[in-house]
């Protein structure tokens, strides 16, 4: 097992800055990608941004230049830095964890991100 908790998030205006924070523990050595995902209300759950153990990352179109994923894998974290936030970056965010040789794909409890207009 995989526990994840996230930090972070909170109200901001437009234009502002945010960081996201995701500290993994337990079976640590099965984890190979983090990453972090968002859900507005009425949507479905979408990929933010994802970053590989090796240090390969993936953006959504909508977050790439404004945000950025990094990862410590000395510490089990990951953060998301976010920046020029925008009224539609509001969203429960969540981390995850993927174990591929256990077949499973871990979730942090969400953190809400509020971007004012």
């Known amino acids: 097992q995989v526990q994840l908790v996230g930090s972070g998030g909170g109200l901001v205006q437009a234009g502002g800055s945010l960081r996201l924070s995701c500290v993994a523990s337990g079976s640590i050595f099965n984890v190979n990608a983090m990453g972090w995902y968002r859900q507005a209300p009425g949507k479905q759950r979408e990929l933010v941004a994802r970053?590989?153990?090796?240090?390969?990352?993936n953006y959504a179109d909508s977050v790439k230049g404004r945000f950025t994923i990094s990862r410590d894998n000395a510490m089990n974290t990951v953060s998301l830095q976010m920046s020029s936030l925008k009224p539609e970056d509001t969203a429960v965010y969540y981390c995850?964890?993927?174990?591929?040789?256990?077949?499973?794909?871990?979730w942090g409890q969400g953190t809400q991100v509020t971007v004012s207009s």
């Open positions: 970053i590989t153990s090796g240090g390969i990352t």
């Open positions: 995850n964890a993927e174990a591929p040789r256990l077949r499973q794909s871990y």
